[in-house]
């Protein structure tokens, strides 16, 4: 079964700084899908950035990119240029690709605490 | 932007009460699926629908939990008999298929309390 860790439970950045959130995976499968989720208080998840395994460009979306390392296993997520707006709850999660018959379900780690200090 | 809507907000229950939280979907996206999150834990799955019929399951989703399309727009989550330990957020969220859908799009949730 794939798992998904996040070793970070809290971490804090000044407005306008940058800082990467870091997420590793075990699987045994060679295609796959991973994501970025972000919860404000308001407890919505909204996906931030997805990237397929298959892809070797890491994905970026506006001031976020990821540092996808499919060797290590490793998919951590950089914000640029904080914003206050960014404080939130950030999840990795991982998605086995369909065309596989894998599994449906979104595995999340058990996320990461983005404070924004002004 | 479409987006998956979730009703009620927030529901407060009493223990052993039967609980129906509703759900639509976006329009054009064939698979549906149920996460819920205990306050201050990880999201989980709970189940995925699609076709009519249930195509995969957790550990969690036992005989209490049903799930519903009851027409073209609507897909309900059932909690049978609630117990206290079902107190969570409960996420709905759907896909489209295709390489476009790989991507789960989420509600944003409804709280059940139960007391």
């Known amino acids: 079964a794939q798992t998904v860790t996040q070793s970070q439970p809290e971490m804090s950045v000044q407005e306008a700084e940058t800082v990467t959130l870091s997420c590793t995976y075990d699987?045994?499968?060679?295609?796959?899908?991973l994501f970025w989720y972000k919860q404000p208080p308001s407890r919505q998840m909204i996906l931030v950035i997805r990237?397929?395994?298959?892809?070797?460009q890491n994905a970026t979306e506006n001031r976020f990119s990821v540092n996808f390392q499919k060797a290590a296993k490793s998919f951590s997520l950089k914000i640029s240029d904080s914003q206050l707006g960014d404080a939130a709850m950030y999840f990795c999660a991982y998605r086995s690709p369909p065309t596989q018959g894998g599994s449906e379900k979104l595995v999340f780690g058990k996320g990461t605490k983005l404070t924004v200090n002004p | 932007e479409p987006e998956v809507t979730q009703t009620p907000s927030h529901q407060v229950t009493q223990m052993g009460q039967e609980v129906i939280l509703r759900c639509v979907p976006i329009?054009?996206?064939?698979?549906f699926y149920w996460y819920r999150q205990i306050l201050g834990q990880k999201v989980e799955f709970l189940v995925s629908?699609?076709?009519?019929?249930?195509?995969?399951k957790s550990e969690i989703f036992d005989d209490q939990f049903s799930v519903e399309r009851p027409d073209g727009s609507n897909f309900t989550l059932k909690i049978r008999s609630t117990k206290l330990e079902d107190s969570a957020m409960y996420f709905c969220?759907?896909?489209?298929?295709?390489?476009?859908?790989?991507?789960?799009?989420f509600g944003e949730g409804s709280w059940l309390t139960v007391v």
């Open positions: 699987t045994s499968e060679s295609d796959y899908y």
């Open positions: 329009s054009n996206h064939l698979y």
């Open positions: 629908f699609y076709n009519n019929e249930i195509s995969e």
């Open positions: 990237q397929e395994a298959y892809k070797q």
């Open positions: 969220a759907s896909r489209y298929t295709g390489d476009s859908g790989n991507t789960i799009y």
